[in-house]
């Protein structure tokens, strides 16, 4: 069975940093891009960072402009968020989510974690 | 800037009815693309539509997806309470995902 356990979540100052931990079991890690999704209080998904499986290649969604990196250690099975700058407008709870290809030219977000609460308030 | 608008943003139907939700894309999409989630309150969202038209596994056949270019289409047939959630489409493109609003299907 797949799981995704996000970890890391909390309550920091504006202007501060968090690192996110996803902690990947039941499927072959490094065979899969990563990507992580985020969610604001009562708002609906909204799409942060994606990873290569082997973590070459990374994306981001521009609003976020180089506050956050993505990585992943493929020996230990496990994602990562490293989140600086801080805003308010951040607090969200973040899911991690395993990529699928499809075949051609395509993928999709087959398992989610449950997610971790992010809170950036003075 | 690649925008998905979904519609409507409530969609209000008793159980047994059925529920067709759009998703609209500021720019053609590629259809492997185009994917569609269910997400309940306190819940991480769940696969169910994945490239336009292929239900993940464990989705019941009442699901389908249809469309192409930049209108794409989630139905639900014979909804049941199981049903009543907030649906999201997704699309891939210029090195960005990107997710709809949301629609919500409510109990009337």
């Known amino acids: 069975e797949v799981q995704l356990v996000e970890s890391g979540g909390g309550l920091v100052h504006p202007g501060g940093s968090l690192r996110l931990s996803c902690a990947a079991s039941?499927?072959?890690?490094?065979?899969?891009?990563m990507s992580w999704v985020r969610q604001a209080p009562g708002k609906g998904l909204e799409w942060v960072s994606s990873?290569?499986?082997?973590?070459?290649?990374?994306y981001y969604a521009d609003f976020l402009k180089g506050r956050f990196t993505v990585s992943r250690d493929n020996s230990k099975n496990t994602l990562f968020l490293e989140m600086n700058s801080l805003r308010a407008e951040d607090t969200a709870v973040y899911y991690c989510a395993k990529v699928v290809p499809l075949e051609p030219r395509g993928a999709y977000f087959d398992n989610w974690g449950q997610g971790t609460l992010v809170t950036v308030s003075s | 800037e690649f925008v998905l608008t979904q519609s409507p943003g409530t969609l209000s139907l008793s159980p047994g009815e059925r529920a067709t939700l759009s998703c609209r894309a500021s720019q053609s999409v590629n259809r492997n693309y185009l994917n569609w989630y269910q997400q309940k309150p306190g819940q991480a969202p769940r696969l169910l539509i994945y490239?336009?038209?292929s239900r993940a596994t464990g989705i019941p056949d009442r699901f389908s997806g249809s469309g192409s270019g930049t209108d794409f289409t989630l139905t639900i047939t014979r909804l049941e309470p199981d049903d009543f959630a907030v649906y999201f489409c997704?699309?891939?493109?210029?090195?960005?995902?990107?997710f709809g609003q949301g629609t919500k299907v409510e109990i009337k």
């Open positions: 990873i290569s499986d082997r973590g070459i290649i990374t």
């Open positions: 997704q699309q891939f493109g210029s090195s960005q995902w990107t």
């Open positions: 039941g499927f072959s890690f490094t065979n899969y891009a």
């Open positions: 490239g336009t038209s």
